[in-house]
């Protein structure tokens, strides 16, 4: 078992390595600031547009390998990531429209923004970054801005959605989407790390997020559905029959992260069993291997088009998922869910040639897209599972303290 735990924890570091490097080498955007993240498969920029979440994904990435990883505490990362979090201040608000003002989903080269999305995810990847940034620089003044923006996005998400400038509909249904409070618990575990007094002040969201992701357990404890009405009821038609295995996972490590700092027993079983079991179930691929990227809990054909799709995203969440969840229980049927996934994963995305990871493959497994970033591919999600896992590798080796 010790072997087979430090084959993975090299082979993951290795990748890591090589992942980071690319970044490095393709992304930087000299002269104006910020990241391309629109990447050929060799690392050729094919689109200068400039996405907020991903913007913020890296200055967090960043900002994180260095904060933690000895081997990152280079001089040329830290620069990076302060470069690209004077960008994002600089750039992502976009011009108030009706009394708001928002980030933008996406700038120019130079800076000017080019679309609003009437959603709180670019605020919340800003605050990540501000807040990781603050963390590595000591700069009291990016704190305050994560915590400023925070408050507004809690705003949003509790008391009043208007200033995201979404009208209301007489035919609209309020709908509970699991992305909503997943990515707040999210925010909640980032911001108090560390500091009691900001753990104190969330301590209530924490509770409202979790019990918000709860409500998306459907039909018995059958099912996760992604959305549900305010109520935590199941809702009628496609919508309510939608399913997203890979959602699922990542809100169940969340919640087993979170359970484990509260010490919630009852928690780190249901995120388990809920969270990451059942969507596996039901998600994983019996013919060709991996994850399906949406479906119907009915059996439905799902009507978007690249559901039978396997994305590079939903299996890091996977690989995370099982890990911390075997390290947690040493159970040896989750380590062999992180094998099953680790196997598929690693044998079907990783580009050995150029670097990075595909993102679009084919229901069969074939290369679909061999873009290496675009619009929702960045300096994130490969990076972020590769550097878990090894953290959380090294704890099982007695190597570290795992996150």
């Given at each position: 078992?010790?072997?087979?735990?430090?084959?993975?924890?090299?082979?993951?570091?290795?990748?890591?390595?090589?992942?980071?490097?690319?970044?490095?080498?393709?992304?930087?955007?000299?002269?104006?600031?910020?990241?391309f993240?629109?990447?050929?498969?060799?690392?050729?920029v094919?689109?200068?547009?400039?996405?907020?979440?991903?913007?913020?994904?890296?200055v967090?990435?960043?900002?994180?390998?260095?904060?933690?990883?000895?081997?990152?505490?280079?001089?040329?990362?830290?620069?990076?990531?302060?470069?690209?979090?004077?960008?994002?201040r600089?750039?992502?608000?976009?011009?108030?429209?009706?009394?708001?003002?928002?980030?933008?989903?996406?700038?120019?080269?130079?800076?000017?923004?080019?679309k609003?999305?009437r959603?709180?995810?670019?605020?919340?990847f800003?605050?990540?970054?501000?807040?990781?940034?603050?963390?590595?620089?000591?700069?009291?003044?990016?704190?305050?801005?994560?915590?400023?923006?925070?408050?507004?996005?809690?705003?949003?998400?509790?008391?009043?959605?208007?200033?995201?400038?979404?009208?209301?509909?007489?035919?609209?249904?309020?709908?509970?989407?699991?992305?909503?409070?997943?990515?707040?618990?999210?925010?909640?575990?980032?911001?108090?790390?560390?500091?009691?007094?900001?753990?104190?002040?969330?301590?209530?969201?924490?509770?409202?997020?979790?019990?918000?992701?709860?409500q998306?357990?459907?039909?018995?404890?059958?099912a996760?559905?992604?959305?549900?009405?305010?109520?935590g009821?199941?809702?009628?038609?496609?919508?309510?029959?939608?399913?997203?295995?890979?959602?699922?996972?990542?809100a169940?490590?969340?919640?087993?992260?979170?359970?484990?700092?509260?010490?919630?027993?009852e928690?780190?079983k249901?995120?388990?069993?809920?969270?990451?079991?059942?969507?596996?179930?039901?998600?994983?691929?019996?013919?060709?291997?991996?994850?399906?990227?949406?479906?119907?809990v009915?059996g439905?054909?799902?009507?978007?088009?690249?559901?039978?799709?396997?994305?590079?995203?939903p299996?890091?969440e996977?690989?995370?998922?099982f890990?911390?969840?075997?390290?947690?229980?040493?159970?040896?049927?989750?380590?062999?869910?992180?094998?099953?996934?680790?196997?598929?994963?690693f044998?079907?995305?990783?580009?050995?040639?150029?670097?990075?990871?595909?993102?679009?493959?084919?229901?069969?497994?074939?290369?679909?897209?061999?873009?290496?970033?675009?619009?929702?591919?960045?300096?994130f999600?490969?990076?972020?599972?590769?550097?878990?896992?090894?953290?959380?590798?090294d704890?099982l080796?007695?190597?570290?303290?795992?996150?």
């Amino acid at each position: 078992m010790l072997g087979k735990l430090e084959r993975f924890r090299d082979q993951i570091a290795a990748e890591l390595d090589r992942v980071v490097e690319f970044w490095l080498k393709h992304s930087h955007d000299k002269e104006y600031g910020g990241f391309f993240t629109c990447l050929g498969r060799e690392g050729q920029v094919y689109d200068e547009l400039k996405y907020v979440w991903l913007q913020g994904r890296q200055v967090w990435m960043y900002c994180r390998l260095y904060r933690t990883v000895e081997r990152f505490r280079r001089p040329e990362i830290l620069e990076a990531a302060v470069a690209g979090g004077e960008f994002l201040r600089s750039h992502a608000w976009a011009p108030p429209l009706g009394g708001s003002q928002k980030c933008a989903f996406c700038l120019t080269r130079d800076g000017r923004a080019v679309k609003v999305q009437r959603t709180i995810f670019s605020e919340c990847f800003y605050v990540l970054a501000m807040d990781e940034l603050a963390r590595v620089t000591g700069e009291q003044r990016h704190q305050v801005e994560a915590e400023r923006v925070m408050d507004l996005i809690v705003h949003w998400a509790r008391v009043d959605p208007s200033g995201l400038g979404r009208p209301e509909m007489p035919g609209d249904i309020p709908v509970n989407s699991m992305a909503i409070p997943m990515m707040l618990l999210c925010l909640v575990e980032q911001l108090t790390e560390g500091r009691a007094g900001l753990a104190e002040k969330y301590s209530e969201l924490g509770r409202w997020c979790v019990q918000r992701t709860l409500q998306h357990i459907q039909r018995d404890g059958a099912a996760i559905l992604e959305h549900v009405s305010e109520e935590g009821e199941e809702l009628p038609g496609c919508q309510g029959r939608h399913q997203n295995p890979g959602h699922a996972l990542e809100a169940g490590w969340f919640l087993l992260q979170h359970a484990v700092r509260q010490g919630d027993e009852e928690l780190k079983k249901t995120a388990v069993e809920k969270f990451m079991l059942l969507p596996f179930q039901t998600g994983w691929d019996q013919q060709h291997g991996g994850l399906l990227y949406f479906q119907d809990v009915d059996g439905c054909c799902p009507t978007q088009l690249e559901w039978s799709m396997k994305l590079w995203w939903p299996h890091c969440e996977a690989l995370i998922a099982f890990l911390m969840a075997y390290c947690q229980t040493r159970d040896p049927a989750l380590l062999d869910r992180f094998s099953q996934v680790y196997d598929y994963t690693f044998s079907h995305f990783p580009d050995a040639e150029q670097g990075e990871w595909f993102g679009y493959l084919t229901q069969q497994g074939s290369l679909a897209l061999d873009l290496k970033g675009g619009p929702f591919k960045g300096c994130f999600h490969v990076p972020r599972c590769l550097y878990m896992c090894e953290q959380l590798l090294d704890g099982l080796l007695g190597k570290s303290q795992a996150p």
